[in-house]
């Protein structure tokens, strides 16, 4: 190779490892995709960036936008491609159907960055409707493809299948394919958890449940005498509170600040090991408090508040949690339901409770979802939301199983605390009976 040409590879490879990836295209056709599911969105608006809940013949709109951002026909393609590699025709055929609406609009024009056409898209649609049991659509957008590229024997002979097929029973002409949602059981709670998701507010207001109340708390702390904090209860069984403005503007960009050069993949504990899933999609860090003096004195806010002792070891460190677009955490118990679970490696017992502070606002979605309990938190900016996940028992809360909702549009950051058992003997006193 000539010098230049090194150069050149030399240059390309050190910038490649900043592009995004296969793994990242895909995890954003997923995201897509997830968004899609969850808040019930119609593609063709998706791709517009209109963002439109579709219920039968109801259309509702969830956010909107002051600027459209429109995918081209080549990212429809794309998203499709990736459901289509997976064999989820369910997503891959509104996508491709975009991608085939898009590129016949604007057939003849080249886009220099486009990696598919019309004839690719109508390839895979085709044969994606095939797959689905809809062999009259599979016929039409092959014929179609075929006066774009008359030469090709593989689709000719397709046509010719297809024909055969209809032929044989020409009831498939009328066929409707009705095909289920992949890779999700179908579950009582992933319907409870999206409708929670989708619609914001549709629990009980406090003026329908008066011991669902808001109150200025001391909780008898010389800290907060002078300066006690909004407390909204959310709910009693569960016992949820919202702390509002529990810290300010600066303190939570500070926070941000620390966490951002630290941010890796989410984990979760799988088994004895932490591992990246599909289902907690975001990036977190964890915040020693000798990374910064101000979060020893957060430390000493959520324990004036909680009564809590939340000095390491009966603490975690802080984690920061970032989400983006199409980020979110699937319904789960945030103490540990096994006991080789790696949270007992701190042997301070299971995870006793949480303190959640939301460190921005979100443009929509990423709402905090108590599935059992059936209702959602909207992200308060500065707030700090706190359960307790075990029973006086030290039996795990069956009830607490909640999620983060994805977020549709804008960047959401939380920092959990999580209070462990061991060092509360006397600050939550234990209790024999099973409801307390
Ligand atoms: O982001 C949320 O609203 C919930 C986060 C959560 O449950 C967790 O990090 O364990
Ligand atoms: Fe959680």
Redesign the pocket.
């Given at each position: 190779m000539k010098d230049n040409e090194v150069a050149l590879k030399d240059g390309y490879e050190k910038e490649e490892q900043d592009l995004p990836a296969f793994e990242d295209l895909e995890g954003a056709a997923r995201a897509l995709m997830r968004l899609q599911d969850v808040y019930m969105l119609n593609v063709k608006g998706l791709a517009r960036g209109v963002f439109q809940r579709v219920t039968g013949s109801a259309v509702t709109d969830l956010y909107s936008p002051r600027r459209l951002f429109s995918l081209t026909a080549d990212d429809c393609f794309q998203v499709g491609k990736v459901a289509y590699d997976m064999g989820d025709y369910y997503h891959a055929i509104p996508w491709l159907e975009e991608a085939v609406s898009l590129f016949r609009g604007s057939y003849g024009e080249w886009k220099t960055e486009d990696e598919a056409s019309l004839e690719d898209a109508l390839d895979h649609l085709a044969f994606a409707y095939f797959q689905a049991g809809n062999v009259s659509c599979a016929l039409s957008l092959s014929r179609e493809f075929l006066l774009y590229s008359p030469d090709n024997k593989r689709m000719a002979r397709n046509v010719l299948k297809y024909e055969k097929l209809l032929a044989e029973s020409p009831n498939q002409e009328l066929a409707e394919a009705v095909i289920q949602r992949p890779n999700v059981p179908h579950l009582q709670t992933r319907d409870t958890y999206e409708g929670l998701c989708q619609t914001l507010g549709s629990q009980p207001t406090h003026y329908q449940i008066p011991s669902l109340y808001c109150s200025y708390e001391t909780n008898s702390s010389p800290f907060l005498l002078l300066q006690p904090v909004r407390k909204e209860v959310m709910h009693l069984e569960p016992y949820v509170v919202l702390y509002h403005d529990f810290v300010s503007d600066s303190e939570a960009q500070k926070i941000r600040g620390l966490a951002e050069p630290w941010l890796q993949r989410s984990v979760v504990a799988s088994g004895e090991k932490q591992l990246p899933v599909e289902y907690r999609i975001s990036k977190s860090a964890w915040l020693k408090d000798t990374v910064d003096p101000m979060l020893v004195t957060l430390d000493h806010r959520i324990a004036a508040l909680t009564g809590l002792d939340v000095q390491p070891p009966y603490a975690e460190y802080l984690?920061v949690?970032n989400?983006g677009i199409g980020g979110h955490?699937e319904p789960?118990f945030?103490h540990a339901t096994s006991p080789t679970s790696p949270l007992y490696r701190m042997k301070s017992g299971n995870r006793v409770a949480?303190f959640?502070i939301y460190l921005s606002s979100v443009e929509a979605g990423?709402?905090?979802a108590f599935i059992y309990a059936n209702f959602s938190v909207p992200?308060v900016k500065n707030a700090a939301l706190f359960w307790w996940n075990l029973h006086r028992s030290g039996e795990g809360d069956g009830d607490t199983l909640?999620?983060?909702?994805p977020v549709l549009v804008g960047d959401?950051w939380?920092a959990?605390k999580w209070i462990h058992e061991y060092g509360q003997e006397f600050r939550r006193p234990c209790s024999s009976s099973p409801e307390d």
């Open positions: 984690q949690v989400y955490y789960h945030d949480t959640m990423g709402a905090t992200v909640h999620a983060g909702c959401k939380v959990n």
